[in-house]
């Protein structure tokens, strides 16, 4: 199928697509990689009358520290770009490892990371990740600038709470947690496709033996799933994270999320997915965390 007639606009700076954003209102879409937004209006689920192409803006495509040590994406990066970043590999590996599970190289080589996130696919890999490493988006209009915690930013399944003349201009994290491991995890039927249920976890040792213990859930509900507890460890007076803790942690994050079937996908059987994925994540980024901590003490 082909997409219904539309204008094709192609502004030369952010501030030309805020202007065409809001002389066009609801009727307009920024365009990005296109890899979600063209497919929709390919099978007529979406029919914007205008589209906004911001790829091209380079001031709205780079990766940089920001002043506190955090992390600044532009919305119009590729996914490709920010999945071979130095300095997203050494501060904040499960960004890296989400990007490294979405879809094929060829679509990460032209989506962005604002693309996917203003999607807002609760089966999205990204939107799981930023949700554990609880990141801001930057969205400006011809009105204004506001910054917008994830939380309030994922609203529903593909609904944001972007208003109609707001375009996503930039991703923040915050500074990374020392001795932090990380993981990402996820399970599709084959390669490439969309993910049945992931997760992406964070472990940070403590002293005794005890880990602060982050979980973020992927297609376990209408929005990304987060929960955090601590681990006492798995012997008397601590230890290392055993798996019957990370069972059991991965079972508190499932408790009370809405998990969805269909007849391809029984809701028990994406449970069951995300339990054991959730627990697999855990126990990676455990090991993870303990290699930085014996590294930091060798030194």
């Known amino acids: 199928m082909k997409p219904p007639?539309?204008?094709?606009?192609?502004?030369?700076?952010?501030?030309?697509a805020?202007?065409?954003?809001?002389?066009?209102?609801?009727d307009a879409k920024p365009l990005a990689g296109g890899q979600s937004l063209v497919p929709m209006m390919n099978f007529r689920i979406a029919r914007p009358a205008h589209l906004i192409d911001i790829l091209g803006l380079s001031e709205l495509s780079y990766i940089r520290a920001g002043r506190d040590g955090g992390l600044r994406i532009g919305a119009a990066t590729r996914q490709m770009t920010a999945e071979r970043s130095p300095l997203v590999a050494a501060g904040w590996p499960l960004?890296?490892?989400a990007l490294e599970c979405v879809a094929h190289p060829q679509i990460r080589a032209r989506g962005t990371i604002g693309g996917s996130l203003a999607h807002a696919d609760p089966a999205a890999e990204l939107p799981v990740a930023i949700a554990a490493l609880d990141g801001e988006l930057r969205v400006r209009s011809v009105r204004g600038e506001r910054t917008i915690g994830w939380r309030e930013f994922f609203v529903a399944p593909l609904e944001t709470s972007l208003a109609e003349d707001e375009l996503l201009v930039e991703l923040t994290l915050p500074p990374p947690v020392p001795l932090a491991g990380a993981s990402f995890r996820e399970h599709a039927t084959r390669h490439g496709d969309f993910a049945l249920a992931g997760a992406a976890a964070l472990v940070t040792a403590g002293d005794g033996g005890s880990a602060s213990l982050t979980l973020s859930l992927l297609a376990a509900g209408p929005a990304p799933v987060l929960w955090s507890g601590t681990s006492a460890g798995g012997g008397p007076g601590g230890g290392p994270l055993t798996r019957a803790g990370a069972r059991e942690a991965a079972h508190?994050?499932?408790d009370g999320a809405e998990i969805y079937g269909s007849s391809e996908v029984p809701a028990v059987y994406r449970r069951r997915l995300l339990g054991g994925l959730a627990a697999d994540a855990l126990m990676h980024a455990a090991a993870r965390s303990s290699e930085y901590a014996l590294s930091r003490s060798a030194e």
Not at 5 to 16: G, K, L, N, T, W
Not at 19 to 25: E, I, K, P, S
């Open 252 to 254: 508190a994050a499932l």
């Open 5 to 16: 007639p539309f204008a094709y606009h192609r502004p030369d700076s952010v501030e030309h």
């Open 18 to 26: 805020l202007a065409l954003l809001a002389q066009h209102g609801d």
């Open 95 to 97: 960004l890296t490892g």
